[in-house]
């Protein structure tokens, strides 16, 4: 089967670093995704792996490791408004995606 | 960035009826489209892939007697919930792929279905 596993919650401070995983079994891989949903909103785009290394975006950086089939999402800095539901997905080929459960991330004053 | 417009956002129905809910890709155009359910503090479950001027793809599970996609234009996509039931309350998104080099989905808004 297909799976996608990461912690299904997180809590860290304000201005802390997290680093959320995210480990893959798929039966094909074109790269990881992450993507933050806020609750009652939709899923918004944060980053893309193809290849292995380490991807930065301003206070959010992404890693991959496809040998490994593992990935991390890292928040640096972190923000109130940086509380929601992240999910790592992986793009299979053929135009399909599979979702994570998702890690709820709370952060904390 | 581009971005997909999702109507209505929420809507109530009785048991027996039929919803449609609208997918818009409003500044790009999106020949495949994609319809998720989620749960409360759930995934999402891809439910079809919608192609423009062809038949959708449904995931294995889902009805496509039930759920019906029509993908008639490249920037817009419905799905008809038919016969609604309580247990087809749930929150649906819709979302397209813009291929930029890599697979970057856009989500619009969500449907948030309440069946009665």
């Known amino acids: 089967g297909q799976s996608l596993e990461q912690p299904s919650e997180v809590t860290a401070v304000e201005g802390a670093i997290v680093q959320i995983n995210c480990t893959y079994q798929t039966s094909g891989f074109y790269g990881l995704s992450w993507y933050q949903q806020h609750d009652g909103g939709a899923p918004t785009f944060l980053s893309y792996?193809?290849?292995?290394g380490l991807e930065e975006t301003g206070r959010f950086s992404s890693f991959l490791s496809r040998s490994d089939s593992y990935g991390y999402l890292l928040l640096q800095e972190l923000q109130m408004k940086d509380s929601a539901s992240y999910f790592c997905a992986v793009d299979t080929g053929g135009f399909k995606t599979i979702f994570g459960a998702g890690t709820r991330l709370f952060v904390k004053a | 960035g581009a971005v997909v417009s999702q109507h209505p956002s929420w809507v109530i129905c009785k048991s027996g009826t039929s919803v449609k809910i609208e997918c818009r890709s409003l500044?790009?155009?999106?020949?495949?489209m994609f319809w998720y359910r989620q749960f409360p503090k759930q995934s999402l479950m891809l439910m079809a892939t919608?192609?423009?001027?062809?038949?959708?793809?449904?995931e294995q599970g889902v009805e496509k007697d039930k759920f019906l996609i029509n993908h008639a234009s490249l920037t817009l996509s419905t799905l008809t919930v038919t016969s609604a039931h309580p247990e087809d309350s749930s929150f649906y998104i819709c979302?397209?792929?813009?291929?930029?080099?890599?697979?970057?989905?856009?989500f619009g808004p969500g449907t948030r279905l309440t069946v009665t």
């Open positions: 979302s397209a792929r813009v291929q930029t080099g890599y697979y970057e989905q856009y």
């Open positions: 792996n193809g290849l292995d």
């Open positions: 500044d790009f155009q999106a020949t495949t």
């Open positions: 919608s192609n423009e001027g062809s038949k959708a793809t449904y």
